[in-house]
């Protein structure tokens, strides 16, 4: 475990469900799980999708129907979730280094990437901690700040690989939601 926190740039869990495994972040486009053997797109952190780019396997993976589209967001980007097995979670207790109820994830609350088997070390110098908050507790409305500054960020990212008119629609399905994140047009 002291191995994998210091080579938590290098190295990965596996995105399987139950599964504890890692791969390499070598510069590889797949990489293969120690335990499962599962594929891994390096890039987008998928299943492996031979032979497609990663904007290609969304695109094919995703009709563009704007309820599918809706539900996609919801629960890629606006729904919280532990990085390994995605179980979502809504408790926040005050410590920026969360544990999962499920998997044996430890969690950065500020950023949500997978840190190993201690936060702790990756919560001390997140790069989305503002400045001046406490080494290791935040209050509820900074936790709550730092969600809608990373849902931001994938949201107008998920929303730049959608046409036009997909884009329009799915900020009017989700008006509330992109209003909270600063998004309206």
């Given at each position: 475990d002291e191995y994998v926190s210091i080579?938590?740039?290098?190295?990965?869990?596996?995105?399987?469900p139950g599964c504890s495994g890692l791969y390499s972040l070598s510069g590889a486009r797949v990489a293969r799980c120690s335990d499962c053997r599962m594929g891994v797109c390096t890039a987008c952190k998928v299943e492996e999708h031979e032979g497609l780019t990663c904007r290609?396997?969304?695109?094919?993976?995703?009709?563009?129907?704007?309820?599918?589209l809706r539900n996609r967001a919801n629960e890629e980007i606006l729904t919280l979730r532990c990085p390994r097995c995605m179980q979502a979670f809504f408790d926040f207790e005050g410590c920026f280094a969360?544990?999962?109820?499920?998997?044996?994830?430890?969690?950065?609350?500020?950023?949500l990437i997978d840190c190993g088997p201690d936060a702790?070390?990756?919560?001390?110098?997140?790069?989305?901690?503002?400045?001046?908050?406490?080494?290791?507790?935040?209050?509820?409305?900074?936790?709550?700040?730092?969600?809608?500054?990373?849902?931001?960020?994938l949201?107008?990212?998920?929303?730049?690989?959608?046409?036009?008119?997909?884009r329009a629609k799915l900020i009017k399905g989700l008006q509330p939601d992109m209003k909270r994140l600063g998004i309206t047009s």
């Open positions: 080579n938590l740039g290098k190295l990965q869990y596996c995105i399987s290609e396997h969304l695109a094919a993976k995703t009709p563009p129907d704007v309820l599918v969360l544990k999962c109820s499920i998997c044996p994830c430890n969690f950065c609350g500020w950023c702790h070390s990756h919560v001390k110098t997140c790069q989305s901690k503002p400045r001046g908050a406490d080494i290791f507790f935040g209050t509820l409305e900074q936790f709550e700040n730092a969600q809608v500054k990373r849902q931001r960020v949201m107008l990212d998920f929303l730049s690989k959608l046409t036009k008119a997909e």
